[in-house]
């Protein structure tokens, strides 16, 4: 039986909220303390959930509490030093998507999360929906047939939204070989939260190492996942209903689903991990991985053709394309 482990959430804001909920409602979890840098938030979190033990010193937390887990809830470009500090205090780390700002700072995080033996996971939490389980249940089983095209969409930015799509693309469909993609930057905007460049809009064409082939974009606002079988199709809110068409069928079918708070099992699968020495559904090599396909859009695009995975540029090319004048 896993005993109880004790917890600590780094930044206090939204996101944090949900990671609560899915601790508070892990029978092997208890949150512990909370840091973060705005005095006000934490005074809001203690109000809320009952937290004492308050630091606006992440790293005195890490080393006066004795935590085995923590939740790094912070803006992206923190995430690779939190992560990489963090590591070596800790048995798992959960880190809110979007894992990283580059495939370098990502590289960093799991090297000293493998250093360490810490288990490293990515906040897409949305594998864990029901709609997503059943969605590929139904693929596995080849209730669609043959796969023969797919568009998966997000409302923009591709890196703060679109990561959910590019993983769950993934989750379904398998790797990804090559990326041809475009982006619109007119509005030339830089994130005031989050301190990174975001484009207007995108869209690309993944290849997977099967032969499918994606249409991606994120101008549409929709975010969803359709993908055509030769005897059918699903199209699934990444938030929301699945419904499906088999074969001899003209009418959409929505399946029966049990819904579970998707953070719950997403913590569920955290102390899973550490107990049976195991990498989580959501690990750091798959957050990467729905990193690579975002960094490769904006690479194509730099580039102006295809790219192939692996992605050579470690660095972020969107950043790159706007200091140097290239967009």
Known sequence: MPKTYRVGIIGTGGI??????????????????????????????????NVTNLYTDYMEMLKKENLDIVSVCTWHRTHRD????????????????????????????????????????IGHQRRFASQHKKALEILRNGEIGKLRFAWISSPPPLVGWGTHVADLARYYLGNVESVAGQIDFSSRRESPRHGEYTEDMSSAY???????????????????????????EIEVMVDGDLRV??????????????????FKLEMDEMVAAIEENREHLSSGKEGRAALEILMAVFESSRRRKTVNLPLEEKGNPLEMMVKAGEI
């Open 16 to 49: 944090a909220r949900a990671h609560t909920a899915g601790y508070n409602a892990c029978e092997h979890t208890e949150i512990v303390a909370a840091a973060d840098i705005s005095e006000e938030q934490l005074s809001k979190y203690k109000d809320d959930f």
């Open 82 to 121: 939190i992560v990489v500090k963090a590591a070596a205090h800790v048995k798992g780390i959960i880190c809110e998507k979007p894992m990283a700002l580059s495939l370098s700072d990502a590289d960093d995080m799991i090297a000293a999360c493998d250093a360490a033996g810490t288990k490293l996971a």
């Open 206 to 232: 993944l290849k997977f190492a099967s032969g499918l082939r994606t249409l991606f974009e994120t101008e549409s606002g929709q975010h969803r996942l359709h993908i055509f079988g030769e005897d059918g």
């Open 245 to 262: 068409k088999t074969k001899g069928s003209a009418e959409w079918v929505k399946p029966a689903l049990h819904r579970e708070n998707p």
